[in-house]
């Protein structure tokens, strides 16, 4: 049975720093591009950052880029997110999913979510 | 910056047909894949690629997609079944930014 289970959230001040953990079991994870999703309280969902299997590929939202880093170790079988600078709009549950990639020719690659974990909160407020 | 749109709520009584549209400019060229998420849970797949229905999903939950617009089909909506609903797509360039409509909640009366 596929699990990603989240840690790491907390309540933190803006310009803080948080680091959010994956563990994840059930399946081959280094065969697998990863990802993290993020759900603002009350509204939907915003893919955040996704890294590729060896982790030679990292993709990011425009408003994540530059402050928040993914990474993973696979030996550990476990999925990252960095996230310094952090802002008031940034408070969301964030989820770690598991991603299909395909590459689709042209720098363009084709993403879905298969698998997802229960979710942590970040909270970020004075 | 791309976008995908869903209304915001549909309502169907038990038995019925429930469709869930999802329009997006890049809809022609680009898969849709739909989610289905319970209060308080984490989404979960109910159709990938525009149409497929993963193992464990109920055969009541169907996918199609015609020029800018993918549609959920939900037919012989049961209780269980409500919850919000959210597409996703990317845009048709190499931005490979993947982004969610809204979410559209069901209600079964």
Known sequence: EVQLVESGGGLVQPGGSLRLSCAASGFTFSNYW???VRQAPGKGLEWV????????EKKYVDSAKGRFTISRDNAKKSLY?????LRVEDTAVYYCARSITTYEGSGSYEVYFDYWGQGNL????? | SYEL?????VSVSPGQTAKITCSGDALPKRYAYWYQQKPGQA?????????ERPSGIP???SGSSSGTT???TISGVQAEDAADYFCQSADSSATNLWVFGGGTRLTVL
């Open chain 2, 43 to 51: 989404p979960v797949l109910v159709i990938y690629k525009d149409s």
């Open chain 2, 5 to 9: 749109t869903q209304p915001p709520s």
């Open chain 1, 81 to 85: 997110l960095q996230m310094n600078s």
């Open chain 1, 34 to 36: 990863m990802s993290w």
């Open chain 2, 70 to 72: 993918a549609t959920l």
């Open chain 2, 59 to 61: 055969e009541r939950f």
């Open chain 1, 49 to 56: 950052a996704n890294i590729k299997q060896d982790g030679s």
């Open chain 1, 122 to 126: 970040v909270t970020v407020s004075s």
